[in-house]
């Protein structure tokens, strides 16, 4: 089919900019001047996926090599893909519009469980064998990088290669490996696999085998033809040096986050036990104010965007952090540049970081206490009080402020019906509080929106051991959180208790999910993120056809000598530490952040970041 014929079927559906390409910034080369062609495929929406920060790295990183392509691939939205299968459109690439069946890589960036089904979805659009051992030739390889490879086993039957930690390194070192094997005269996947997997970084699963006992635990696990018997996770070490693009690829529709993002440092130094991200980027390592500000300035430039976001995952954390902003306001002020501060710490939001924030950003604040009572915020280690959450609100309120956004969690360990009824009255108290702020806006309400979601248990927290509550159990909590509210002045959602349960199977899930993964896709299951093509029932009888159940994987307590399906990969935090640090959350005993006192968590292997600054 040609282009033009192509374009036409665009305009039959909703938003045919998602497939469209010719953005600017965008990339185009000839595909006879290059010797490796790499297909970087987000499992979600053209707006998810352009709104994620890796893919714009990656993407620009890959293609100021000579030798390399990289063209960008989404899941289509339902309504296309019933274009797609009618027409026999194969998957595409958008900068192409080449099927990405004729690539050298289709590489998929995993970042939560409920894309599973579309990673299956989108190899079979693309008339791709779903199974690793069904695709013979060296080419297609299907790689994955992303927070969910630190546990790939419910994807290992379907992907070659795993990328372990950060790709700026490993990723290129995988392509000049595959190009000089080609150069060669090698045309052997199982040979080049095999090489692949002596890189550090590599987790090539077929060459891994898995051993269960009786009770269906793993009994171990048993590295051969030479792969190593640990897997360790790769990081970049000095984010001055790190690769940062100067462009954006600029999207004709709107997207989630449509703005310029500025990545300030990698790593958190809270240790909050829930929390994955902040042990699986461990340590932390910050760019320089300098970088960061002349970096920015050049990607506002070349965009054009007039709002930029600091990304972290914990922004007020970053140690220069009012110098960078009256440095970056000197500019952004004379361009009309609003600037963003997500991830906002409630025991450091300062009167002086207020004023900045009122210089650079006019909406409403937002913090995470995520437990309502002193008790439970010490069992999850995070380091805050109730002190500290009303002085910040106080803080804001005098300031201008006049709604608050907080996040928390229920269904965490040795929660009680105490702890549900305590964010209700943390909630009153901060309404309250604003009625009796000197300063506070006059003749304006306040709104205090409490968002709950339900925790799940993840690979390489201190949590990983927990079982994670019934769906029974997390419509009951939800429902005594609803009852105790009893003002119109506080505002409360809560996420879906089917899609929580899912991911909580999926997340601790070992090889053999990956059965249940393929047997929802083969009975309709897609795009299990959006609420409108969620079928949980279906997924319960993939469980059930697959002779497994979903209680065994989120809803059991695993002990602490138990293998893991995620322990033959090292992501920098030992499993001592984490043993140590569920130990701790227990007797409700709290750890200082690595820049007070360093946990022994396993991290400062490698030899940068926090875990060498002064304390």
């Avoid at 529709?253 to 929390?275: K, L, S």
Wanted: with cysteine; proline share 4%.
């Amino acid at each position: 089919m040609d282009n033009k014929q192509l374009e036409q079927l665009f305009l039959t559906v909703q938003k045919p900019g998602r497939y469209s390409g010719g953005e600017m910034g965008s990339i185009i080369k000839d595909k006879t001047k290059v010797d490796v062609r790499f297909a970087f495929c987000f499992p979600d929406t053209y707006e998810i996926g352009m709104s994620h920060l890796g893919m714009k790295i990656l993407y620009s990183l890959f293609n100021e090599r000579e030798d390399v392509w990289c063209e960008r691939v989404f899941a289509p939205w339902l309504d296309f893909e019933e274009v797609m299968r009618k027409e026999n459109i194969p998957l595409f690439a958008l900068e192409s519009r080449d099927p990405i069946s004729e690539f050298d890589f289709i590489g998929f960036t995993l970042q939560y469980e409920l894309s599973y089904t579309n990673i299956l979805n989108m190899l079979d659009l693309a008339k791709i064998p779903l199974r690793a051992a069904d695709r013979k030739e060296l080419s297609p390889l299907v790689v994955a990088g992303g927070p969910c490879a630190c546990n790939p086993e419910p994807l290992a039957d379907f992907v070659d290669i795993f990328f372990l930690g950060e790709g700026e390194e490993v990723d290129l070192e995988v392509i000049d490996l595959y190009k000089e094997y080609k150069a060669k005269g090698g045309n052997d996947k199982n040979e080049f696999l095999k090489l692949a997997a002596q890189i550090e970084g590599v987790y090539v699963p077929s060459l891994y085998e898995v051993q269960y006992d009786e009770e269906g635990k793993i009994f171990s696990y048993t590295a051969k033809d030479g792969a190593p018997e640990i897997v360790h996770k790769r990081i970049m070490k000095d984010m001055d040096k790190s690769y940062y693009p100067k462009n954006f690829v600029v999207p004709f529709t709107e997207i989630v986050h449509d703005r310029a993002v500025m990545e300030i440092f990698r790593g958190c130094i809270r240790g909050c036990r829930f929390c994955q991200a902040g042990f699986i980027y461990r340590p932390v390592r910050e760019k320089s104010a300098d970088v960061i500000n002349s970096q920015a300035k050049a990607l506002c430039d070349s965009t054009g965007y007039d709002e930029m976001s600091l990304s972290s995952l914990s922004t007020s954390d970053y140690t220069k952090i009012e110098p960078l902003l009256s440095d970056m306001i000197e500019w952004t002020e004379a361009d009309k540049i609003s600037l963003s501060l997500p991830s906002l710490r409630i025991d450091n939001f300062s009167p002086e970081l207020l004023e900045k924030m009122k210089m650079i950003r006019k909406s409403g604040l937002t913090f995470a206490p995520e437990a309502g009572t002193q008790r439970l915020r010490d069992v999850i280690n995070k380091n805050i009080t109730e002190k500290d959450i009303m002085k910040s609100c106080a803080v804001a309120f005098a300031g201008g402020y006049t709604a608050v956004k907080l996040y928390f969690m229920i269904g965490l360990p040795t929660e009680t019906d105490e702890d549900i009824v305590g964010i209700a009255k943390l909630g009153q108290k901060i309404v309250d509080l604003y009625y009796n702020v000197d300063g506070r806006p006059k003749g304006k309400g306040v709104n205090v929106s409490i968002s709950v979601s339900t925790f799940v248990p993840k690979p390489f927290t201190p949590f990983e051991f927990c079982a994670q509550i019934s769906k029974e159990e997390m419509r009951r909590r939800q429902q005594l959180l609803r009852d105790s509210i009893t003002t119109k002045k506080i505002s409360l959602s809560w996420h879906d208790s089917d899609t929580s349960s899912l991911e909580g199977a999926l997340a601790r899930g070992d090889r053999r999910t990956g059965k249940v993964i393929e047997t929802a896709f083969n009975m309709g299951a897609k795009m299990d993120g959006w609420g409108e093509a969620f079928n949980y029932e279906l997924w319960l009888e993939a469980f059930e056809k697959s002779g497994l159940s979903p209680e065994f994987y989120a809803n059991r307590e695993r002990s602490t000598d138990e293998i893991n399906p995620w322990d033959h990969l090292d992501y920098g935090v030992s499993k001592e530490f984490l043993v140590r640090e569920y130990s701790q959350a227990l007797c409700a005993a709290t750890t200082p952040n690595c820049r007070e006192k360093c946990a022994n968590c396993g991290a400062n292997k490698y030899g940068r970041g926090v875990c060498f600054e002064k304390r």
